[in-house]
């Protein structure tokens, strides 16, 4: 065996201590960025969640204009706690639509008009093949699209009014 | 005061690990015999260490809150058998467990070994006490269990729930038998390379080790499947996670080393691979404790991330490791290579099955490290799951357990007879099983399909070596080979068919509904709430039924309070050509509770052949071990007579 060939465990074995030492130090983020964003919209057209609002289609969404898509649920108890920034996001000029999952008209009626309703349109996507077409796992989740139908942001779980801000100024870059 | 005791002959130990380690160095300097001092303190650090694991058992047996491990990890209303378990249920237990059979295994060497030369046990025994210190200044220095809370807390805060079965009283410590004895083949291996001695003598005396460790990887592992299987509620055996992996790769080379060391046994070849091999096994343990035990990779087994403890133990797998490769570098030129050997011969059958074996080995280390690599060199997050190790791992696979049936034909240094001969009927069964397959289910994937073909081969392949002899006077260790191979079948039959014919049902369903999966009709009948001792539940009741008389399944979820979490307990009901498993879920907003049902065709097969293995290898393990005694009796006799 020439001296190349045995030293070649000693050098694998040196890498691997580099590599796991270098992780060591550098713990993993848990934040795993959405596969999502920089990619349009998946086609789709869903029917209206409630019979006085339009139902959302792929293609409302590429108008030229930047919008928010929310995800949420009547069922979903976090939405309830999400529901006044959206509403406030709308108050500053935000355009909102809406992809209400796994409910029924009567429970989504029930819950915009107990908690305020910000969107323009909303769609029911009573078996989650649109969320998940959207890479979303859960509700709430919320979009930010440019005009163009691309996804720009995704935010995973409920908005906070700490997030207003930035979130108005990411439609605004957006345009 | 039992904290206290448990921690001085810790201390103890240590000090006897280095007094070890330094007769090792006075002994390879000097021609001084040092064998006889030797032996008798790696018995006494054995000895020690396990004084202190037992005290470890006693505060958790007696819930003595006033430790702090056993406060973090038990509470006194918890039953009896998990608060002994809860022992090694976390971290430091777990530790010193490891260093606990890391000694003993020691101690054990010392006590019987008499196979190699008096040096080359001296030298394996201070590279054994070498290991041992290192792990004891991790436990006294970073990780002590026996460390006190003062005041003492009025209750713990629990062990988490998932570990609460009794599936935990025995699998990490099985594996940890397995990982630890492979210490034993690498300090015989570092010996042999110090002193020079790699011979015959020095394989006789690994084996041993070797097949028991492997003996309880494979049934870790089997158990470990199980336990996942049942426990997690996912329906899957494998999920190539990468704390699973960290236990096949130490299997993988034990597997490798096993069948070289047999050739360096019987023919004095392969020294130097023999060597690297040894060394490699116990090196992927030590990786797998280190990638278990730092938490630096995302795992369901997801343990605490210390980066304290991380460090600690990279450094130990550095020194070691990296002495261990140093010291074959230098060492492995003076290696005389054995008898050779011929192109078709058992010899060369034993190195494909290395080679096999070592490339699935490395696909299997690449797979699991190379989401860190990448995100070190790139910044980028991937993860690499179960497409990569099926589509590279499993051709390979199927290779090997078909080259399975065909290398024990063989015959050592050279083969002469037509032996493919005996292999029609084992072709002609495969041949039948691909015909059959393509017939009845032309819609099944190539890796099954291929999957049942080559264990219709190896099932008759496997046994040929009992075939054509009379069983009864056949060695127990060629039973032992035949039964091990035999299990490959029954588990590759059993992986095939999971994975050609499961069916599977996710519905919201309301008492009263019935579902279909498979052949049965399943019916929810009811959804109730039960208790027991530290949880609360919900639990479904399932009628199952296929024409014939129908069948109870109750599947839960359970809310346990320390520490609050849920977990899914899934009913699982066994025939014999397959399992019916269920799980209930959360309840829908429209009154109705996710169920999720399957049917999985003889997929017990894959842990009964896992069974077989390791009972393949116990027999060899019985047979060599009688064989050995009978002949060092047979030589006192004769002593006796001679000098009487």
Request: aromatic share 10%.
């Amino acid at each position: 065996m020439s001296r190349g060939l045995r030293l070649i465990p000693i050098i694998l074995l040196v890498w691997l201590v580099i590599g796991l030492a270098w992780r060591l130090i550098k713990p993993t983020d848990p934040a795993i960025p959405s596969q999502m964003v920089e990619l349009p919209v998946p086609a789709f057209a869903l029917p209206p969640a409630v019979p006085t609002k339009p139902g959302l289609r792929s293609a409302d969404l590429a108008d030229g204009k930047p919008r928010v898509v929310n995800i949420f649920a009547s069922w979903c108890v976090p939405c309830v706690g999400e529901a006044p920034v959206l509403n406030e996001l709308k108050r500053r000029g935000a355009r909102i639509d809406a992809i209400a999952v796994r409910d029924t008209p009567d429970a989504v009626a029930a819950f915009l008009s107990r908690h305020g309703d910000p969107y323009e349109r909303v769609g029911a996507d009573t078996n989650s093949q649109v969320q998940i077409a959207l890479g979303s796992s859960g509700v709430p989740e919320t979009f930010l699209i440019d005009g163009h139908g691309v996804i720009r942001h995704q935010y995973i779980g409920p908005l906070s009014s700490a997030n207003i801000p930035g979130v108005l100024e990411q439609l605004e870059q957006a345009q | 005061m039992i904290a206290e005791a448990g921690l001085a002959a810790l201390w103890l130990a240590a000090g006897l690990a280095a007094f070890q380690f330094l007769l090792m160095g006075l002994a390879l300097r000097s021609q001084v015999d040092v064998a006889r001092p030797m032996r008798a303190v790696a018995m006494v650090q054995g000895m020690l260490t396990l004084v202190a694991f037992v005290m470890l058992l006693l505060v958790f047996a007696r819930s003595d809150m006033s430790v702090a491990l056993v406060y973090a990890n038990s509470s006194s209303a918890k039953p009896f058998i998990y608060k002994v378990a809860g022992a090694w249920g976390n971290h430091e237990g777990s530790m010193l467990m490891w260093v606990t059979i890391l000694a003993v295994a020691g101690a054990f060497v010392a006590l019987f070994s008499r196979r190699t030369s008096e040096r080359t046990l001296v030298a394996g025994l201070g590279s054994q006490a070498l290991l041992a210190l290192g792990f004891y200044a991790f436990l006294l220095v970073a990780s002590n269990p026996f460390a006190r809370l003062f005041p003492a807390p009025p209750d713990g805060q629990g062990l988490n729930p998932l570990l609460q079965d009794p599936g935990l009283a025995f699998h990490p410590p099985t594996l940890y038998f397995g990982y630890v004895g492979l210490s034993v083949a690498f300090s015989f291996a570092v010996g042999a390379l110090l002193t020079g001695e790699v011979d015959s003598r020095l394989a006789r005396a690994m084996r041993p080790w070797v097949l028991g460790a492997w003996i309880l990887l494979t049934l870790g592992i089997t158990a470990g499947s199980y336990w996942a299987y049942y426990e997690l509620g996912w329906g899957g055996y494998w999920f190539w996670d990468p704390v699973e992996n960290a236990s096949l790769m130490p299997w993988l080379a034990a597997t490798a080393l096993l069948h070289s060391i047999n050739v360096l046994a019987a023919r004095g070849a392969l020294k130097a691979w023999t060597m690297m091999l040894a060394v490699i096994a116990f090196s992927m343990s030590m990786v797998g404790t280190f990638l278990v035990r730092s938490g630096i990779l995302t795992s369901v087994h997801a343990f605490a991330i210390d980066p304290e403890r991380g460090t600690f133990l990279l450094a130990l797998l550095a020194i070691y490791v990296g002495a261990a490769f140093t010291l074959f570098a230098v060492r492995a030129a003076t290696l005389k290579e054995g008898a050779p050997f011929e192109l078709i011969s058992r010899e060369s059958g034993l190195v494909i099955n290395n080679l096999l074996l070592s490339v699935i080995l490395g696909i299997v280390f690449l797979g699991t490290l190379y989401p860190l690599f990448v995100e070190a060199l790139s910044g980028e997050k991937l993860s690499v799951g179960a497409p990569y190790f099926n589509a590279v791992a499993g051709p390979l696979a199927l290779i090997l357990a078909a080259l399975v049936g065909i290398g024990p034909l063989l015959s050592w240094r050279r083969e002469r007879r037509p032996v493919f001969r005996q292999l029609t009927i084992p072709a002609l069964l495969g041949v039948s099983a691909l015909a059959i397959t393509i017939i009845l289910s032309p819609d099944i994937g190539i890796l099954p399909r291929l999957g049942f073909t080559v264990a219709a081969f190896l099932a008759a392949a496997g046994i040929l070596p009992l075939v054509g002899r009379n069983p009864l006077r056949a060695p127990l260790a060629t039973w032992g080979m035949a039964i091990a191979h035999f299990g490959i079948s029954v588990a590759l039959a059993g992986m095939a068919a999971n994975a050609a014919f499961t069916s599977e049902r996710l519905a919201i369903a309301k008492p009263g509904d019935t579902l279909k999966v498979g052949p049965w009709l399943v019916q929810l009948q009811d959804v109730t709430p039960t208790a027991g001792k530290n949880w609360t539940a919900i639990e479904a009741e399932l009628r199952a039924s296929r024409g014939e008389g129908p069948v109870a399944l109750k599947p839960q979820t359970r809310y346990f309070s320390e520490p609050p979490t849920e977990t899914n307990e899934a009913a699982i009901q066994t025939f014999w050509n397959g399992q019916l498993y269920t799980v209930i879920g959360k309840a829908d907003p429209s009154g109705g509770w996710q169920l999720r049902l399957w049917w999985k065709p003889f997929v017990t097969l894959i842990w009964a052949g896992g069974a077989l293995i390791a009972l393949g290898g116990a027999l060899a393990l019985i047979g060599r071990l009688w064989r050995f005694r009978r002949r060092h009796e047979a030589a006192r006799e004769w002593r006796k007579e001679r000098y009487a």
